[in-house]
């Protein structure tokens, strides 16, 4: 090769290495950075993910809730014809009696229906003039036409209307009928829940704390200036809304979560965000902000529009994020971190390059030794893939051995080797980079060693890792380069092949084995062990069958199966039971996938993840969505799904099925007397009374306020379901311990027994609900009886 070298810095190698290391530093930096403002909009999405789904959640509850009982109690014939009596006079002592019957009668359905959440149930006549107002009966005839959007919707289309509506003193949920006697329209209901409603069904679900501002603008047109004084403030971002105080959780110290909520500490959050809020609330789009002072929290906003779908205020949650908090201390550690081990590798550079330069003496004194090894060196070459070369520096000749020649891909003779052709036929990106590593050796005396790419004459590209040093006489003056090169294509494509492997491999967040034919493992990943609860020594060697059982729910394959249909069909995936260190016992998902090695040795992959994650929350929804939040007892749509399965089993065998409607006696006076908090407690005792007193296969239910039901599935006769029901009677009848207190209370229960009172849930609930109601009656003429004969 010839030695035509430029003069470039000694040490420039070391200030490229040192630029790309300063340069590596700022990605990582930048990466930490990055990576933790990812974690503040995954946290900002799913809050604000949470809020709207509560949101929905709570008005499909809520809607779903008034239509039933607007169809239960209200469009009755009794009803319909009173109203339809008062929509066809207007004699103002005939519609004062209508509207005396109307509210004696359906006085017990708004008591109810106000245990439930319903602040208010109003009837309207026709032409949207109010009727009548349980929570104020005397108010009655003003006309709501131009005052209520959603009434007047609903009497123009006369189809039912619900959503969110201010009011002129109470925000909420309006949920508006249209009611028909005989195909005549004659009025509409409103049943209302106040948004007080909204945030007592959440502040017990987590530790997020609600509030609710209103545009200012419907709070003008709206409210009255001494209603708007003492119902509304100031809102803490925007001067364009108003903050509802009679939902404010600190008017309300009930509505106040868990933890360290203090008023001052909101208005320092308040403060920190109000900047990046302002200009976004009157776009009307959801959106969330996070801040880290005072407190890690994320404050979330969400638009709500009014029946008439205009913009009517924003619901706000604010919610701690405590791994925020600890994500930005993580950050600043890591950083540090980085930037020791940055000074580090500095260090060890500078090791490094003075053991170059040692290296390099010894090298000189090896070159002699390997003249005297001529020949055994070109047989190894051959071998290896290697060819030597040699350029002196005197005559300008360059001469290559027969290896060079194959691996650069000519026959030897085809030309005289010259440092031209060489660079011909190095890759045009390679050869920069060539000229410079010899050019440094010609100036500094050091040997040097290079990978780079050639092109073949057919256009092949091979790797080769080139070789070389300087031969000095004593006077110091250079008397030749020798060198190799050897072709190490096969191996840099293995490598590069194995290290990509074994990077995905380590770094995946799914678990990995590799089994023998046998089963016994030989390698897993830091997943797996991980998962396991077992290190390295534990897991090599030891069967991959004993670490994993059938799923838990007994279905699918076991491992053996699953394990030989790998075998025999190349793949198998499915769920199973990892059993780790101490019986820990984890539901995966596992794939296997066989694998012959090039010497002919089988191999079994098997990759997991763990999924009790998804089990966990499949099964606490389902829970949530079935059971009542106070006593634990399931719900009305579980009772109706037993129910309804309970009468398909009775029907296949022709078996007897029960029903018991239960309905607390004086349980009003309980609250009115000891409080809710006792009422609470009086519905759980009977809950758990009723269930002490059926059997694991009954099913006891809350359907709402102090009315039960309890299912008798396969009740020998029809005896058998009354002394069960006198059973009941006794159980609920005994004395409640309530502090220095006694609380007594007595329940009356009504009865439907399938196939005799109905071929269906709807049947049998309404006879037993109708029997219900029948003994109530007795109980209480009974009890006018005494007092009149005492």
């Known amino acids: 090769m010839v030695l035509n070298f430029s003069v470039p810095g000694v040490y420039l190698r070391h200030t490229l290495v040192a630029i790309t290391l300063l340069l590596g530093f700022l990605a990582l930096a930048w990466s930490f950075v990055d990576s933790y403002r990812d974690l503040q909009r995954s946290l900002a999405k799913e809050a604000l993910g949470h809020l709207e789904m509560e949101y929905e959640l709570i008005q499909t509850y809520q809607g779903n809730l008034a239509r039933q009982v607007v169809d239960d109690n209200f469009r009755n014939p009794e009803v319909l014809s009173l109203l339809?009596?008062?929509?066809?006079?207007?004699?103002?002592?005939?519609?004062?009696?209508?509207?005396?019957?109307?509210?004696?009668?359906?006085?017990?359905?708004?008591?109810?229906?106000?245990?439930?959440g319903f602040c208010q149930l109003h009837f309207h006549l026709p032409d949207a003039v109010s009727f009548l107002r349980f929570h104020r009966p005397g108010m009655h005839g003003d006309s709501l036409w131009d005052v209520r959007e959603g009434l007047r919707l609903a009497h123009s289309t006369r189809t039912a209307v619900s959503g969110f509506e201010e009011g002129r003193i109470v925000n909420g949920f309006r949920h508006i009928f249209p009611l028909e006697h005989e195909g005549r329209f004659v009025g509409t209901v409103e049943a209302s829940f106040s948004f007080m409603t909204y945030l007592m069904h959440h502040v017990?679900?987590?530790?997020?704390l609600y509030r609710l501002l209103i545009s200012d603008e419907l709070v003008e047109s709206k409210v009255w200036p001494e209603e708007k004084q003492r119902n509304y403030g100031s809102a803490p971002f925007h001067?364009?809304?108003?903050?509802?105080?009679?939902?404010?959780?600190?008017?309300?110290?009930?509505?106040?979560?868990?933890?360290?909520?203090?008023?001052?500490?909101?208005?320092?959050?308040?403060?920190?965000?109000?900047?990046?809020?302002?200009?976004?609330?009157?776009?009307?789009?959801?959106?969330?902000?996070?801040?880290?002072?005072?407190?890690?929290?994320?404050?979330?906003?969400?638009?709500?529009?009014?029946?008439?779908d205009r913009p009517g205020g924003y619901i706000l949650r604010y919610y701690e994020v405590p791994e925020i908090a600890r994500a930005w201390s993580f950050l600043w550690w890591k950083l540090l971190v980085a930037s020791v081990l940055l000074l580090l590798v500095f260090a060890v550079l500078a090791v490094l390059y003075r053991r170059e330069r040692r290296g390099a003496q010894l090298r000189e004194y090896l070159l002699n030794d390997l003249r005297e090894e001529h020949d055994n060196l070109e047989r190894a070459q051959d071998i290896a893939h290697i060819g030597n070369w040699v350029s002196d520096a005197r005559t300008g000749r360059i001469t290559w051995s027969d290896g060079i020649y194959a691996i650069f891909g000519y026959s030897?003779?085809?030309?005289?080797?010259?440092?031209?052709?060489?660079?011909?036929?190095?890759?045009?990106?390679?050869?920069?980079?060539?000229?410079?590593?010899?050019?440094?050796?010609?100036?500094?005396?050091?040997?040097?060693?290079?990978?780079?790419?050639?092109?073949?004459?057919?256009?092949?590209?091979?790797?080769?890792?080139?070789?070389?040093?300087?031969?000095?006489?004593?006077a110091g003056t250079l008397v030749r380069m020798i060198g190799t090169v050897q072709d190490v294509t096969e191996l840099r494509r293995f490598e590069e092949t194995r290290m990509e492997a074994a990077a995905i491999i380590e770094s995946t967040h799914e678990a990995i084995f590799v089994a023998d034919a046998t089963g016994r493992i030989v390698r897993t990943n830091a997943s797996f062990q991980r998962e396991a609860g077992l290190d390295v020594d534990e897991l090599q060697g030891r069967r991959a069958e004993s670490l994993f059982e059938r799923s838990d729910d007994r279905r699918g394959d076991d491992f053996a199966v699953a394990w030989a249909k790998a075998q025999d069909q190349g793949a198998w995936e499915g769920e199973l039971t990892l059993v780790g260190r101490s019986g820990r016992r984890v539901p995966v998902l596992l794939s296997l996938t066989s694998l012959t090695l090039d010497w002919g040795e089988r191999r079994i992959v098997g990759l997991f993840s763990d999924i009790s994650g998804i089990y966990a929350r499949e099964q606490l929804m389902w829970h949530k969505a079935h059971h009542d939040p106070l006593t634990g007892a399931a719900n009305r749509v579980l009772f109706r799904e037993r129910l309804t399965r309970a009468i398909a089993e009775a029907e296949r065998h022709e078996e007897l099925v029960g029903v018991l409607y239960v309905d607390l006696d004086g349980f009003k006076p309980v609250n009115d007397n000891y409080g809710h908090e006792a009422g609470d407690e009086v519905l759980r005792t009977v809950v758990r009374r009723l269930n002490e007193a059926t059997r694991e296969t009954d099913t006891v239910a809350r359907l709402g306020g102090d009315e039960m039901a309890v299912l008798l599935v396969r009740p020998a006769t029809l005896e058998d379901v009354e002394r069960v029901a006198e059973k009941l009677r006794e159980a609920i009848a005994r004395p409640i311990d309530w502090g220095s207190d006694s609380i007594r209370t007595s329940a009356s229960i009504g009865v439907a027994i399938h196939p005799r009172d109905g071929a269906n849930a709807d049947e049998l609930l309404r006879v037993a609900d109708e029997a219900m109601y029948r003994e109530k009656r007795r109980h209480r003429a009974a009890s006018r009886t005494s007092s009149g004969t005492s």
């Not at 010259?418 to 500094?444: G, I, K, L, Q």
Request: aromatic share 8%; hydrophobic share 35%.
């Open 84 to 116: 339809a009596r008062a929509a066809e006079t207007s004699d103002a002592e005939e519609l004062a009696g209508i509207r005396d019957d109307l509210y004696l009668q359906l006085l017990p359905v708004y008591e109810r229906m106000k245990r439930n």
């Open 204 to 208: 017990g679900l987590d530790h997020g």
């Open 239 to 308: 001067p364009g809304f108003a903050r509802d105080l009679r939902v404010d959780p600190f008017a309300h110290p009930e509505l106040l979560p868990p933890g360290d909520w203090s008023k001052e500490r909101v208005e320092r959050l308040d403060a920190a965000v109000a900047e990046s809020v302002r200009h976004r609330m009157p776009e009307w789009q959801p959106f969330s902000v996070v801040t880290r002072t005072p407190a890690p929290v994320i404050i979330s906003f969400m638009p709500i529009e009014t029946i008439a």
């Open 412 to 474: 030897p003779g085809d030309f005289r080797p010259t440092h031209e052709r060489f660079m011909e036929a190095v890759h045009p990106d390679d050869r920069a980079r060539v000229e410079e590593a010899v050019s440094h050796s010609f100036r500094t005396g050091d040997p040097y060693e290079i990978e780079h790419r050639i092109v073949r004459p057919d256009g092949e590209i091979r790797h080769v890792l080139e070789r070389g040093m300087m031969e000095m006489d004593d």
